[in-house]
């Protein structure tokens, strides 16, 4: 079994900037792909940003703004999110593919960080 365990979130002003973190713990022998989703209210969840080796790919809506990037030592993956919108508003959820040392690949979600973008 392995957790994700986000933090970062918070309230920002439009056109500020906030820097998420996920760390990935528990049985993990390796990850191969971590990201970040996110599920404003009445919407469903969507894509932001994932990263897998040295690939990243983004929501459109997002591109230009966000940044993903990983640690792999530390097993963490961040979002730097500047120039942040209204509709950027959210619960961020971070996401892993990761095999664990019993040999399991698994997919594992973290529980959320709020992001609210309001003047």
């Known amino acids: 079994q392995a957790q994700l365990v986000e933090s970062g979130g918070g309230l920002v002003q439009p056109g500020g900037s906030l820097r998420l973190s996920c760390v990935a713990s528990?049985?993990?022998?390796?990850?191969?792909?971590m990201g970040w989703y996110r599920q404003a209210p009445g919407k469903e969840r969507e894509l932001v940003a994932r990263?897998?080796?040295?690939?990243?790919n983004y929501a459109d809506s997002v591109k230009g703004r966000f940044t993903i990037s990983r640690d792999n030592a530390k097993n963490t993956v961040y979002l730097q999110m500047n120039g942040l919108k209204p509709d950027d508003t959210a619960v961020y959820f971070c996401?892993?593919?990761?095999?664990?040392?019993?040999?399991?690949?698994?997919?594992?979600w973290g529980q959320g960080t709020q992001v609210t973008v309001s003047s």
């Open positions: 990263i897998s080796g040295g690939s990243t």
């Open positions: 528990g049985s993990i022998f390796s990850i191969n792909a």
């Open positions: 996401d892993a593919d990761l095999r664990s040392y019993d040999g399991n690949y698994d997919h594992y």
